[in-house]
């Protein structure tokens, strides 16, 4: 008869590591399709007679029908045609603003160096719950405090990469009204919705560089509450940072990827305007979970 013991097993670091690994990439994979490919979600809204443009522009969105559709057979085969044209401002829908925007020394559209576009580091910074504890939410600004109190929790911003912050003002899109704040005060029109401080600008691109800056709201800079302040674009397209505005679909890249954890989410942007030599300009922007800090 044997005497049954029980043997220690060894199990190699790198075995162990390859184990953590894999677990730690179950969440990435969670996230993507059939064939490994990271699902990307779209933050542009659509083009169309409800996108909302910022005042002052002498275009909004007019669109052409100049052949509706018709279904043809004088190639000697059947098929469709149809053809539109367009016309629009420059600032109206998910676009960029340039730095030429406010700066005539700065970059124009087609000029932003395309690293500083595609497959850039991105944070998302969600504040939503300040804005809408004011009496007020229409006159919350980001301050360096909420960036900090966002770093201690979710990891630093990355440098060189982008912010996209987060109010909660997409709530009221599309309707024109509401988004803008719009009120009439003394025969003065002014507009009213959540921005960032001046003194934020100056610390992100001071502190963490940063290429790009977009929020879901109508402008970077508050409302024009405390008169046409624009202290925001003068320090980004000052330091040739562009601006993302009237960013969508935070709520579903939020829900469905832990985007706001730098940690758990390694986001990146593409961030995919026409190629004018404007002040700025519609853009599609497409954001995806790069894959997980280790």
């Not at 990439?25 to 909302?52: F, H, M, Q, R, W």
């Not at 005539?104 to 809408?132: M, T």
């Not at 029109?189 to 610390?203: C, E, K, M, R, Y």
């Not at 939020?254 to 942007?269: P, W, Y």
Request: glycine residues 10%; aromatic residues 12%; contains cysteine.
């Amino acid at each position: 008869m044997f005497s049954q013991t029980k043997a220690a097993v060894h199990v190699p670091s790198a075995y162990l590591l390859l184990l953590l690994q894999a677990s730690s990439l179950s969440y990435c994979l969670a996230n993507t399709n059939s064939l490994g490919k990271p699902e990307y979600i779209d933050l542009s809204y659509v083009i169309d007679d409800s996108t909302i443009f910022y005042p002052g522009q002498r275009f909004d969105y007019d669109l052409f029908k100049d052949v509706e559709g018709v279904n043809k057979t004088d190639a000697g085969f059947p098929f469709w045609f149809a053809m539109f044209s367009f016309c629009m401002g420059e600032h109206g829908g998910t676009h960029l603003d340039a730095p030429f925007h406010f700066n005539n020394q700065g970059w124009k559209l087609s000029e932003i160096p395309i690293d500083h576009l595609a497959d850039v580091p991105a944070a998302i910074i969600d504040v939503e719950r300040y804005v809408f504890a004011l009496r007020q939410p229409d006159t919350f600004t980001l301050e360096i405090h909420h960036i900090l109190e966002h770093e201690a929790k979710n990891g630093p911003i990355p440098i060189g990469g982008i912010l996209i912050v987060r109010t909660g003002w997409s709530r009221f899109w599309p309707d024109k009204e509401k988004y803008l704040g719009r009120k009439s005060e003394g025969g003065t029109v002014t507009l009213n919705f959540p921005g960032v401080s001046g003194d934020a600008a100056q610390w992100l691109v001071v502190e963490r560089r940063i290429v790009g800056i977009g929020i879901d709201t109508a402008s970077i800079d508050i409302g024009n509450i405390r008169g046409h302040n624009f202290i925001c674009h003068f320090i980004f397209c000052g330091n040739q940072v562009y601006l993302i505005e009237n960013v969508a679909n935070l709520d579903y890249l939020m829900g469905k990827v832990n985007a706001v954890s730098h940690r758990q989410c390694n986001l990146h942007l593409f961030v995919l305007p026409m190629k004018s030599n404007g002040t700025g300009g519609v853009a599609r922007v497409l954001a995806y979970c790069k894959g997980i800090y280790l």
